[in-house]
């Protein structure tokens, strides 16, 4: 009983957290992969898979090849050039994954 008391104070943080829309990425990406580690129906290489921990790709598209951002959903513009959006991109998920 003493360990469900425990666990439950625990995630206390990361329920409030949520349900006050104040959730960080990186508390986001522990509770996904506390409830993965917890969900009896996935198989162990399932598990594994789900712990994603290599590469990450960042893709930067403008207006300014109408028919490529058609294809990809950008229907305004983001910043005033593509390496703009790659220089913010970048930043963002270096404090993200950090």
Same mark, same amino acid.
């Given at each position: 009983?003493?360990?469900?008391?425990?666990?439950? %104070?625990?995630?206390?943080?990361?329920?409030?957290?949520? #349900?006050?829309?104040?959730?960080?990425?990186?508390?986001?990406?522990?509770?996904?992969?506390?409830?993965?580690?917890?969900?009896? #129906?996935?198989?162990?290489? =399932?598990?594994?898979?789900?712990?994603?921990?290599?590469?990450?790709?960042?893709? #930067?598209?403008?207006?300014?090849?109408?028919?490529?951002?058609? #294809?990809?959903?950008?229907?305004?513009?983001?910043?005033? =050039?593509?390496?703009?959006?790659?220089?913010?991109?970048?930043?963002?998920? %270096?404090?993200?994954?950090?």
């Amino acid at each position: 009983m003493a360990d469900l008391e425990k666990n439950e %104070r625990g995630n206390f943080g990361l329920n409030a957290a949520y #349900s006050d829309g104040k959730m960080t990425f990186g508390e986001a990406m522990a509770r996904f992969g506390e409830r993965v580690e917890k969900d009896a #129906s996935l198989k162990p290489g =399932t598990k594994e898979h789900r712990k994603y921990d290599g590469d990450v790709a960042l893709e #930067s598209v403008t207006l300014d090849l109408p028919r490529i951002a058609r #294809s990809a959903g950008v229907w305004r513009r983001m910043e005033p =050039t593509r390496n703009e959006i790659a220089r913010d991109g970048v930043n963002f998920l %270096r404090k993200v994954l950090a």
